[in-house]
C-alpha cells in the first residue's frame, strides 16, 4: 500500500486502488475460532491480574501478621525458651532458668545511647563557644541539655526479658516532619521510616 501513495504536500492514496487492494480474510468459521482463542486468552489475562492482587493483599496482610509477631515476641518464643529467656507476658518459658549471657540487655544499650547523645550535645556547645571565643569557667552550662522525654509504659505490653520501650527522642539526636523530594517507591531494597510513621 506504500508503494501506492502519491502527493508531495498531502500524500494519499486514491480511492481505485484502496478499492483495488486485496485484503486475505479467513473463512468465517476460521473467524470464529480466531476470536474464541482471543477470548480465551483475554479471561486468563483477567484471571491472571485478579490473581495478582489478591497476592499482593495477602502478601501486605502477611507482612502485618509477621511484624505482629515480631513485637509481640512470638518469632522468638522457641529461641527463648531454649535460652532460658522471659516470654513477652513477663512470665519465664518452661524449663528456662537464665538469661543468655551473650545478650546484651535493650536498657543497657539505651544507657550507651543517651551517654553519647549527652556527650555529643555537649561536644557541639563547647564548638559554638569556642567559635564565639568563649571559654566556659565551670560546668553550669550543662544544666542547659533537655533530656529526652521517657515513654509512658503504663498502658503498653509487657516485653520480653531484655527488652526495654523508648521514645524516639531517646534514639535519636533530631526529628522533624519536613518536606523532601519525593522518591520512587520501589518494592525492594531498604526501608525508611519517616516522622509520620512514628506512633
Known amino acids: 500500500m506504500s508503494g501506492l501513495v502519491q502527493g508531495a504536500l498531502y ?3 486514491r480511492p481505485k486502488d484502496i478499492n ?10 476460521q473467524q470464529k475460532r480466531i476470536v474464541a482463542e482471543i477470548e480465551k486468552q483475554f479471561s486468563r489475562l483477567d484471571e491472571a491480574v485478579a490473581n495478582l ?9 502477611y507482612k502485618a501478621a509477621v511484624l505482629k509477631a515480631a513485637v509481640e515476641g512470638k518469632l522468638t518464643e522457641e529461641w527463648r525458651a531454649a535460652q532460658g529467656r ?16 551473650d545478650v546484651e540487655p535493650a536498657s543497657k544499650l539505651l544507657d550507651r545511647i543517651l551517654a553519647e547523645r549527652r556527650a555529643k550535645w555537649e561536644e557541639a556547645e563547647l564548638a559554638k563557644m569556642e567559635a564565639k571565643g568563649e571559654v566556659p569557667k565551670n560546668d553550669k552550662w550543662k544544666a542547659k541539655y533537655k ?11 509487657a516485653l520480653p526479658e531484655g527488652w526495654v ?12 516532619y519536613g518536606f523532601t523530594r519525593p522518591m520512587p517507591h520501589v518494592e ?10 512514628v506512633v
Open 147 to 157: 533530656e529526652p522525654a521517657e515513654p509512658e509504659t503504663t498502658n503498653l505490653p
Open 165 to 176: 520501650w523508648a521514645t524516639w527522642d531517646q534514639i535519636s539526636n533530631w526529628v522533624t
Open 11 to 13: 500524500p494519499a492514496v
Open 20 to 29: 483495488a487492494f486485496v485484503l486475505p480474510v479467513p473463512p468465517l468459521e
Open 188 to 197: 525492594a531494597g531498604m526501608p525508611i521510616v519517616t516522622a509520620k510513621h
Open 53 to 61: 492482587k489478591r497476592v499482593k493483599a495477602n502478601l501486605k496482610r
Open 86 to 101: 522471659a516470654n513477652v507476658a513477663g512470665g519465664q518459658e518452661p524449663g528456662a532458668t537464665k538469661s543468655h549471657p
